[in-house]
């Protein structure tokens, strides 16, 4: 198994992990983390339904606000996505000669973001920061094999930390792709910074068409900031330019010169920007970006591109994460 994990302690809380092993939790109970260390402290909401990320607040800037019910069910809101995310086209694939379906879930008939995204997680262990969440496939018609995902988040200095674990349990050779779908906040006087050097060209039911793109096409500077009011975004971007500790970063700047970033590790080499300026907070007046990170682009399980695969009883790691940044 890939125990994406820490010391895990069974804790008296709203959702429980008993001494008799992990149980299912009510997918759409808010687990709340927290963590400080007396000059700084962060807060996390996460729900078992989809191992969602539905809250994020670092010292009292509210990254991630509270959603709403529409935020998750019609817009994917803080999933995560496996064992396929953004969009298969058609809903069907095949290995070894024999097609897989899948159910269609856009206004084109492609199955989007995969199969956990309405799945409840077995909460596995969890501290007051930290929570460790699993489910196993298997019962598919899309992908009938046993194949286990584990999402840890953990808070702490850095901000927040998620580990994606992928383990294969069948008794053959599988593939397989990850990816999360979390929303951050912003207004018209946001920036954003996006570590990009090519974006993919998609037709007009969004799959890609495998040409890349220079990023100024969707009216994005790579590696540059520009103002969030004048882009609309549903793009996957690629060629991901990485700093010296290997993550690629995707800056949001706030009014006040403070911000937020997401960084992926160098096994999530794409990243899906989607803006939603009516996105469905709890609160209304701000406006919602897709901020995405993906081991592989749509389509990859019928192109095969980037697609990981695992060996029987083989394991699999990929790390996301959101930290807040100071004014300069």
């Given at each position: 198994?890939p125990?994406?994990?820490?010391a ?18 009510p997918g759409?109970?808010p687990?709340v983390?927290?963590?400080s260390d007396g000059?700084h402290?962060s807060?996390?909401?996460?729900r078992?339904?989809?191992?969602s990320?539905?809250?994020l607040?670092?010292?009292g800037?509210a990254?991630?606000p ?6 998750r ?18 809903a ?8 897989y379906r ?10 989007l973001h ?6 409840d997680?077995?909460?596995?262990g969890f501290t007051?920061?930290s ?6 496939l298997g019962a598919d018609?899309?992908?009938?094999w046993p194949?286990?995902?584990?999402v840890s988040y ?5 901000g927040?930390?998620c580990t994606?674990?992928a383990t294969?349990?069948?008794?053959r050779?599988l593939?397989?792709?990850?990816g999360v779908?979390?929303y951050?906040?912003?207004d018209?006087a946001c920036?954003?910074t ?6 993919c060209?998609?037709?007009a039911?969004l799959i890609?068409?495998?040409?890349l793109l220079?990023?100024?096409?969707v009216?994005?500077?790579p590696s540059?900031?520009?103002?969030m009011?004048?882009?609309?975004l549903?793009?996957?971007f ?8 290997g993550?690629?970063?995707?800056r949001i700047t706030?009014?006040d010169g403070?911000?937020?970033e997401?960084?992926?590790?160098a096994?999530m080499p794409y990243?899906q920007l ?8 709890a609160?209304?007046g701000l ?5 995405e990170p993906?081991?592989?682009?749509a389509n990859?399980l019928?192109t095969?591109t980037?697609?990981h695969?695992?060996?029987p ?8 994460g959101?930290?807040r940044?100071?004014a300069?």
């Amino acid at each position: 198994m890939p125990h994406v994990s820490q010391a895990w302690h069974t804790i008296a809380c709203t959702s429980t992990v008993t001494q008799n092993g992990p149980v299912p939790m009510p997918g759409s109970a808010p687990i709340v983390l927290t963590w400080s260390d007396g000059t700084h402290a962060s807060e996390a909401v996460v729900r078992s339904l989809g191992a969602s990320l539905n809250g994020l607040t670092i010292d009292g800037r509210a990254i991630i606000p509270a959603d709403t019910e529409a935020a998750r069910e019609r817009w994917f809101g803080g999933f995560t996505l496996a064992p396929w995310p953004n969009r298969l086209r058609g809903a069907h694939w095949s290995l070894d000669g024999i097609e897989y379906r899948a159910q269609a879930n856009d206004d084109h008939g492609h199955a989007l973001h995969g199969l956990v995204h309405h799945r409840d997680f077995d909460v596995a262990g969890f501290t007051t920061s930290s929570i460790l969440m699993a489910h196993t496939l298997g019962a598919d018609a899309a992908y009938p094999w046993p194949l286990r995902i584990e999402v840890s988040y953990a808070l702490g200095p850095n901000g927040l930390t998620c580990t994606i674990g992928a383990t294969n349990l069948a008794d053959r050779r599988l593939p397989v792709a990850v990816g999360v779908h979390p929303y951050l906040a912003y207004d018209d006087a946001c920036t954003i910074t996006v570590p990009a050097k090519a974006v993919c060209d998609n037709d007009a039911t969004l799959i890609p068409t495998g040409a890349l793109l220079s990023p100024d096409t969707v009216d994005v500077v790579p590696s540059a900031p520009v103002r969030m009011a004048d882009l609309s975004l549903d793009h996957c971007f690629t060629q991901l330019t990485r700093e010296g500790d290997g993550l690629a970063r995707t800056r949001i700047t706030y009014g006040d010169g403070s911000g937020a970033e997401v960084w992926q590790d160098a096994a999530m080499p794409y990243l899906q920007l989607f803006t939603k300026r009516d996105f469905p907070w709890a609160a209304p007046g701000l406006h919602g970006i897709g901020i995405e990170p993906q081991t592989a682009p749509a389509n990859a399980l019928q192109t095969g591109t980037d697609l990981h695969w695992l060996e029987p009883s083989e394991s699999w790691t990929v790390r996301w994460g959101i930290r807040r940044t100071a004014a300069n």
